[in-house]
C-alpha cells in the first residue's frame, strides 16, 4: 500500500513523485482529473496517424542558465535521455533572453511528464478536479494534414501582435525538426487570453470556427486540414500565484497534505520544478 498520495499528474505532480519514488524507495500513487497525464503539456495526435501530433499546452521551456540553480540537472538529464533537444526552428518574435536555451520534445510536449511518471511506478485515477488559485484561459487548435501536405511559411513558429484572437501559431512537426515525406505537418494555434476569457463558455463548434476564420486573415495561403482538434484551457497560466509559499503548502500534518503546483509559484518549467522539489522536501521532513 502506498505512503505518499500525490494528487495532479501535470509536470509538478509527476516530477514530485518521481523524486518521492527515488528517494523513499516506496510506492507512490498518483490521482489526476482527466483521462491521461500530462495536464497542460498537453500532446494530442491525428486521428488516423499516430504519428502525427500536436502540442496544444506548452510549446517549448526555457533554460537561463543565470537562475538554473538545482534545475539545472533536470534540463541536463531530460537532454540526455532525448526527452528534449534544443530549438533550432525559427520563431518569430520569441523574446530571447541572452544566454538562455530554449527547448522542445521530439515525442510531444507530454513526453516530459511522462517520463517523470514511468520513474515514479505510479497509479492514475480519475478525481475531482482542484480548484485553482487564479488562471488565465484560452483556447488552442490542432490541424492535422495528410502526408505529403506543404505549409509554405518561412518559420517554424510565431507570435501573433496585431490579431484580437490568435497570439502563436506553430508548424508543429518544423519546430521539432522532424519533417518527413511519410508523416503528414500539422499546425497548432493558441489564442490570445482576451479571446479565451471572452468565449470561455461558448459553444466549441462555434469558438473553432471563429478562430479558423481568424486564421485565415493571418495565413490566407494555409490548406485545408483533413481533421481538427479544439482544445481548451480553463486553467492556462498562473495569473496570481499563492504568495508567501515557497512553492507549497502544509495543510494538514496527521495525515500529511501538501498543496503544490504552479498556483504557488509560476506557469513554466522552472515553476514546476520549483514546487516539485518544495513539496518532494516537506514530505521527505514529515516520514
Known amino acids: 500500500m502506498s505512503r505518499v498520495l500525490v494528487v495532479g499528474a501535470g509536470l509538478t505532480g509527476g516530477a514530485c513523485a518521481a523524486q ?5 524507495r516506496e510506492r507512490v500513487t498518483l490521482w489526476d482529473k ?5 495536464g497542460r503539456m498537453s500532446t494530442t495526435r491525428s486521428p488516423w496517424d499516430a504519428a502525427c501530433t500536436a502540442d496544444l499546452g ?4 526555457t533554460l537561463d542558465p543565470e ?3 538545482p534545475r539545472l540537472s533536470f534540463y541536463e538529464e531530460l537532454v540526455s535521455h532525448g526527452i528534449l533537444k534544443p530549438l533550432t526552428g525559427s520563431v518569430e518574435g520569441m523574446v530571447v533572453k541572452e544566454g538562455s536555451c530554449n527547448y522542445v520534445a521530439p515525442q510531444g510536449i507530454s513526453s516530459v511528464v511522462k517520463y517523470y511518471l514511468k520513474q515514479s511506478v505510479i497509479n492514475e485515477t480519475q478525481k475531482q478536479q482542484l480548484e485553482s488559485v487564479s488562471y488565465s484561459s ?3 487548435l490542432g490541424l492535422f494534414y495528410e502526408a505529403g501536405t506543404r505549409i509554405e511559411v518561412p518559420w517554424a513558429a ?3 501582435t496585431d490579431n484580437p484572437c490568435i ?3 506553430s508548424i508543429d512537426n518544423k519546430k521539432r525538426n522532424i519533417e518527413s515525406p511519410e508523416i503528414g505537418p500539422s499546425v497548432v494555434v493558441h489564442t490570445t487570453v482576451m479571446f479565451g476569457s471572452k468565449y470561455l463558455d461558448s459553444d466549441p463548434a462555434e469558438v473553432q470556427q471563429l478562430i479558423l476564420s481568424h486564421l485565415e486573415q ?3 495561403s494555409l490548406p485545408q486540414p483533413a481533421s481538427i482538434k479544439c482544445q481548451k484551457w480553463r486553467y492556462s497560466q498562473v495569473i496570481k500565484a499563492v504568495p508567501n509559499c515557497l512553492g507549497q503548502m502544509i495543510l494538514h500534518t496527521q495525515p500529511l497534505l501538501i498543496c503544490g503546483g504552479d498556483g504557488f509559484t509560476r506557469s513554466n518549467f522552472d515553476g514546476c520544478i520549483d514546487s516539485a522539489m518544495s513539496v518532494a522536501e516537506a514530505v521527505k521532513s514529515h516520514l
Open 58 to 61: 506548452a510549446q517549448y521551456v
Open 218 to 220: 493571418v495565413l490566407p
Open 167 to 169: 497570439r502563436f501559431i
Open 20 to 24: 518521492l519514488r527515488g528517494a523513499l
Open 34 to 38: 482527466a483521462r491521461g497525464a500530462g
Open 158 to 160: 510565431q507570435y501573433i
Open 138 to 140: 484560452r483556447y488552442a
Open 67 to 69: 537562475h538554473a540553480g
